[in-house]
């Protein structure tokens, strides 16, 4: 599957990281290069008000809007590109040894037709989540969050550039509220792919 991980010109170091890494777990990847929120002087003037009344607090700052802009840019390169499934990932994502195994039982078990595939995932708690059958790790979720390793099928770029319009959160939260209900979006649980430094609930 056509692989393509999210960096910034301006990290080289994690780069050069993230590349000793995938070569170590025999993963071919090619680079998009996205925005530095900092750099490119990116800003939001939208706050949670916006769309939660009574909250201020400003969640989407310089960074987030970079990370935002970024993902979007990527999504939209890949409409371009002619394969129909896309495994996506950002700099910081943690391959196991038995990744391969275990991704292409997913691959398999995955619904035909299936919009979006978390191999990692930070959490699926707060809503509804099942097996799609007895003793499956692949899971039917309406929650999810996290972008560091996900499967996209190109048809459901679109309605995803659609609804991401709004720069009002995290845009994994944004891709799970303003998009999922949209999409059929399934999670491998335990998840595969792990971020670098990060520990999270499934």
Same mark, same amino acid.
Not at 24 to 48: A, D, S
Not at 88 to 97: H, I, K, N, R
Not at 113 to 120: K, R, V
């Given at each position: 599957?056509?692989?393509?991980?999210?960096?910034?010109?301006?990290?080289?170091?994690?780069?050069?990281?993230?590349?000793?890494?995938? $070569?170590?777990?025999?993963?071919?990847?090619? &680079?998009?290069? =996205?925005?530095?929120?900092?750099?490119?002087?990116?800003?939001?003037?939208?706050?949670?008000?916006?769309?939660?009344?009574?909250?201020?607090?400003?969640?989407?700052?310089?960074?987030?809007?970079?990370? &935002?802009?970024?993902?979007?840019?990527?999504?939209?390169?890949?409409?371009?590109?002619?394969?129909?499934?896309?495994?996506?990932?950002?700099?910081?994502?943690?391959?196991?040894?038995? &990744?391969?195994?275990?991704?292409?039982?997913?691959?398999?078990?995955?619904? $035909?037709?299936?919009?979006?595939?978390?191999?990692?995932?930070?959490?699926?708690?707060? =809503?509804?989540?099942?097996?799609?059958?007895? =003793?499956?790790?692949?899971? $039917?979720?309406?929650?999810?969050?996290?972008?560091?390793?996900?499967?996209?099928?190109?048809?459901?770029?679109?309605?995803?550039?659609?609804?991401?319009?709004?720069?009002?959160?995290?845009?994994?939260?944004?891709?799970?509220?303003?998009?999922?209900?949209?999409?059929?979006?399934?999670?491998?649980?335990?998840?595969?792919?792990?971020?670098?430094?990060?520990?999270?609930?499934?």
């Amino acid at each position: 599957m056509r692989t393509i991980c999210l960096t910034l010109p301006e990290t080289p170091e994690r780069t050069e990281r993230a590349k000793a890494h995938f $070569k170590e777990r025999g993963i071919e990847v090619e &680079w998009y290069w =996205g925005f530095h929120g900092g750099l490119c002087g990116l800003t939001n003037r939208h706050t949670l008000k916006h769309f939660m009344p009574g909250d201020d607090h400003p969640w989407v700052d310089d960074k987030a809007v970079g990370i &935002w802009m970024s993902m979007i840019g990527l999504l939209s390169a890949c409409l371009l590109l002619p394969e129909e499934y896309f495994l996506l990932l950002e700099v910081d994502a943690e391959f196991p040894e038995n &990744w391969r195994e275990r991704f292409e039982l997913a691959m398999y078990q995955v619904p $035909k037709g299936f919009d979006l595939l978390y191999i990692g995932n930070g959490s699926t708690l707060g =809503g509804h989540r099942e097996p799609i059958a007895p =003793g499956s790790t692949v899971y $039917k979720v309406e929650k999810c969050t996290c972008t560091h390793a996900y499967v996209v099928a190109k048809k459901s770029i679109p309605t995803i550039l659609l609804h991401l319009r709004h720069f009002w959160t995290a845009v994994d939260l944004a891709l799970q509220n303003d998009c999922f209900h949209y999409l059929k979006v399934f999670a491998v649980l335990p998840r595969i792919v792990e971020q670098h430094g990060w520990t999270m609930p499934e």
